[in-house]
């Protein structure tokens, strides 16, 4: 593998089943590093497997979810200006300025500053569509939810008679501050709006109806807390049940089953990611445990929809980009539709991805996913790559990364180590939730316990070994970086918090470091939030920092705002340590331009080469 192949590579999305469940619609698209252009082309398979045809016109093939199901009325969005926030806004006068003017929290947002308006929810007559009705008229919040949110949103009831939608109807510092996302319901003939889940103070989202009328909900319990553990909640004969409150799980999606009488969701487990079955109950009094139906060195990282015993899902690995695969509901076998990157896999040696469980410095097992170069040699000594997960609360599953590509790093001689510390889900809540208030802490010393294991092999070399990571895991590499104790020769840290009193100051979502790291940084009382703020602060460390470092930044950075790399990157420069800026001013959390991927990937290579 290559940084110009890995680029270059196809990239498969499932747009939905055909109405009579006989066909997957599904697109590729790609980019071409010669002409820098991308294309997109749409395919029709049949579900059984077979040859795809290339299709244009494919809207009257698939559900549309925006057309209620009586057939009278369409739903839209559109971004609706409430708020005045420019110059021009306020003063007639100043056509020529650029100033932005705000009064309370929540001028930001991801990568883009509020500019005064918010995404509605509308709807209209399938017969005369010029007429819009504003189901969130003059209301100051978002449906789809601001930065990600989609058609996930927003939904018809069964009976056409409501438009079921969600937002966080909340403001300013509480905005900032909340998780509190809820699900209303507006009634198009009283043009009521009524709060379905009002009790619940964390997150409500994804709301979804089965065949029979019966709706369910993905809910987070505690406001502030975005990383929760994530529960199926159903409501039957006015009863609301949480089908996984006693699973110790937390779910990604889910979907109803076409029968109504089963909900299929999927869910790390023991680094991967899983397709799960639960039974939908009469009761709360008759609920009964998930059952795994998929099992294997893989994630299903998504679902595109069910026929008969068969579902589509999306499947990727640590070796392969994802591909849609139908799973026989019956007894969890899989069989891939799409081929979209065989060519290139079959022109390239793949590397060899071990399963190895270390023990912690608490006595725990901790699975540690192992990545060796293709034509791994163990007589040979290799430089090894300690890779630190996001999130903080993100899975280290078998993701395939178009950054953090394991297979490409690999694929350039090093030994990639990639524990499921303290904080990941798919082990249990307990260890899930370990890491809030405890960053600089137990997780730190998984990261160690897992490298210096490695380090016994005959066949890593210990004289190069580094560190790398991204937000979280940029995080980790800055900290590692003052208590590594001279393991590490070499260090990359892309978007990650360097100083924790900054970061309080500046991002966006503070719910994110209220909860993780007790409170505000002024709060002397608060012992929680004190020791993150000085003895979990890499800035406070930063004079123990003695190794090489390359510290990437983006500029429209709004999580990790742009301060905490350049702080770092000048902190470095200024002890005379060999370090290095990558900066990307047109780049949020990501990397999503191909071009600057590119430059990414060779300077990251560049850097290890320098280095190690």
Known sequence: MTP??????????????TKDGNHLIYSVSNYNIDTNSKTSTT??????????????????????????PDGNYKISTADVKLKNITGQDFYNDVSNSNVKIYDELNYRHWDTWEDGAYSHVLYSSTK?????????????????????????????????KSILYVTKKLSGVAYASSTNSDIYEYNLESKVTTNLTTENKGYDTNPAFSSKGQLAWLQMRRDGYESDKNDIIVKINNETINLTADWDGTVNSFTWQDKGTKIYFVAPVLGTVQLFEIEVPSSAKKISAPKQITNGQFDVSGIVGQTKNSMVVSRRDMNHASELYTVNLSNGEMTQLTFANDATYNSIQLSTIEKRMIKTTDGKDMLTWVIYPPDFDPTKKYPTLLYCQGGPQGALSQFYSFRWNFQLMAANGYIIVAPNRRGMPGYGVEWNEQISKDYGGQNMQDYLSAIDELAKEPYVDNDRLGAIGASYGGYSVFYLAAIHEGRFKSFISHDGIYDWRSMYGTTEELFFVDFDLGGAYWDKKNAAAQKSYIEFNPAEKVGQWDTPILIIQGGIDYRVPIGQGLAAFQAAQLQGIKSKLLFFPEENHWVLDNQNSLVWQREFYKWLKETL
Do not use: H, R
């Open 43 to 68: 395919y029709q398979i049949p579900i059984t497997g077979g040859e795809a045809q290339i299709i244009t016109d494919y809207a009257s093939l698939l559900t549309d979810s925006g057309i209620s």
């Open 4 to 17: 110009e192949m890995l680029v270059q590579l196809n990239k498969v999305s499932g747009k939905g089943l």
């Open 128 to 160: 005369n569509d010029s007429e819009l009705i504003d189901i969130m008229a003059n209301e100051p919040f978002d449906c789809p939810q601001k930065p990600f949110g989609g058609s996930e949103d927003y939904l018809w009831s069964p009976d056409s």
